[in-house]
């Protein structure tokens, strides 16, 4: 090392801060948002439906959803389930990196003691060197933008992720209110199925009774049968599904449930909070995949910032600062105080393309981000327009649904009550038994039809999730100097 006064270590300090000031110059291209790929409009297909510039948020998941029990299992869901924790962890992951990522353009600097012998030309002297004190090794300084730039990269990566985890908590609290509607549908529709079963049997043996008594036909008596069979083939069916339903509401909620949330009851349409009727003018922006896809469209942009850097000088320094001495045992005595300053700079000459093929590939990346961006929007535009467009046909239908049950029930009583006074065939009212309970299954089907379509909405529309999580990872990521927001 060379001997100097003390006052050459504030000088290099001080240099050292002026190179890290005049880094920042930033390669980033402008980032533009693309032109959303949809109409400017919701699709009207002659339904009527209406659309409002805008409206206030949706409620939270708590309140759009009534019943009790069902908020106990979303909880659960929230608490438990695999996919939301991996989606949690991958939040974490993506801070790390980004705060390793943002350490880049900080020198490491370590404190170290190396040693050294070296005989001469003769043999007969050993020449020793000791130094000890604080080392930089190679930190580059950023003039280019190249660390800022992939500092950006990490910091969009994190948001990125932070709103793929939102997505995911959307979709969970969707996917366990529709698991838990299909138990309860499924239910009904095995209640509805035991007791057709059972009329149907008392049905059969009463056509027995009148066929040993030679009242009725073979004809007749076969007639009864079949529907038995077949109400026994429709209830096992429904077993199945009954029992399916609860496997998957088990799997979603990550626990086994208890018996007291999977009560079996009626479900009212107030048990899900109707949408706003006039759909937000910033739909797009609340859904949290979009906002996934645009930051990781984002980052795509800054990698280009990154690729373009390495075309330009490569500027390190290394540098040390302490004590040396030929002696060991002198090493810290006063008056051996030393530095060394090496600095280095790299200009790319030829590198059998590489550069020119990574940026190639950062450009491409960007537009395979732009394409998935685009896509997303598309999804999002045909789910709120299939929502619509259940949404303003199946409240109709639901209440066709009901006036035929009520007509079919009519039918029912009647033909019983002709085929009991001889005045009509066993066989209409064998139809109106089998009509009856086909209009009954369908009454269910279209309120669980309803009620979907009331879930579907409300996480179509960006509800479900609440932007805490995304403003601590905002918090925690800084946009790197330099670096385009």
């Not at 007791?195 to 056509?207: A, F, G, M, P, V």
């Not at 810290?332 to 590489?354: E, K, Y």
Request: hydrophobic share 45%; aromatic share 6%; with cysteine.
């Amino acid at each position: 090392m060379t001997t100097l006064s003390l006052s050459l270590p504030r000088r290099l300090l001080a240099a050292a801060a002026l190179a890290a000031l005049l880094t920042g110059c930033s390669f980033i291209p402008a980032y533009e948002r693309p032109d959303a790929p949809v109409a400017s409009a919701w699709p009207e297909n002659g339904l009527g439906i209406e659309t409002a510039e805008a409206t206030a948020p949706l409620a939270a998941w708590s309140q759009f959803i009534t019943d009790a029990q069902l908020r106990e299992l979303i909880g659960l869901a929230l608490a438990n389930n695999r996919d939301l924790r991996v989606a949690t962890l991958s939040i974490e992951q993506a801070r790390a990196q980004y705060q390793l990522t943002g350490a880049g353009p900080l020198p490491v600097v370590n404190a170290g003691v190396t040693g050294s012998r070296q005989s001469t030309n003769d043999g007969d002297t050993i020449s020793s060197a000791y130094t000890g004190g604080l080392l930089v090794s190679a930190w580059e300084l950023d003039f280019f933008g190249r660390l800022a730039s992939l500092t950006e990269v990490a910091r969009a990566d994190l948001l990125s992720t932070a709103y793929a985890r939102e997505a995911v908590q959307t979709s969970l609290i969707a996917n366990v209110a529709t698991a838990w509607l299909n138990l309860q549908t499924a239910n009904a529709l095995l209640d509805l199925t035991e007791q057709t079963l059972k009329t149907r049997e008392d049905s059969q043996r009463l056509t027995q009774l009148r066929f040993d008594s030679g009242v009725v036909s073979a004809l007749d008596l076969s007639q009864a049968q079949s529907l038995t069979a077949s109400a026994r083939a429709t209830l096992a069916e429904q077993k199945r599904q009954l029992a399916q339903a609860r496997n998957a509401l088990t799997l979603l909620v990550g626990q086994e449930i208890e018996p007291r949330l999977l009560t079996a009851g009626d479900v009212p349409l107030g048990v899900f909070e109707d949408v706003p009727a006039g759909l937000p003018s910033d739909l797009l922006l609340r859904r949290p995949d979009i906002q996934s896809a645009e930051w990781s469209l984002r980052s795509a942009n800054a990698n280009i910032g990154a690729a373009r850097a390495a075309f330009f000088p490569s500027i390190s320094l290394t540098a040390s600062v302490g004590s040396a001495s030929s002696h060991l045992s002198d090493l810290f005595r006063s008056g051996s105080f030393g530095w060394t300053l090496a600095p280095q700079a790299l200009l790319p000459i030829f590198d059998g393309g590489r550069n020119r093929a990574n940026l190639r590939g950062a450009e491409v990346a960007r537009e395979v981000a732009v394409a998935q961006y685009e896509k997303a929007i598309q999804t999002a535009f045909s789910e709120v327009a299939d929502g619509l467009a259940g949404r303003a046909t199946l409240a109709d239908q639901l209440t066709a649904q009901e006036e035929l049950v009520k007509a079919e029930s009519q039918r029912y009583e009647l033909s019983d009550l002709r085929y009991k006074s001889g005045v009509s065939s066993f066989l209409d009212m064998l139809d109106a038994q089998r009509s009856l309970f086909t209009a009954q299954q369908a009454v269910l089907q279209s309120r669980a039809a309803l009620l979907a379509n009331r879930i579907t909405m409300y996480r179509v529309l960006g509800g479900g999730w609440d932007a805490g999580a995304v403003e601590l990872a905002e918090s925690a990521a800084p946009a790197a100097a330099g670096a385009t927001p």
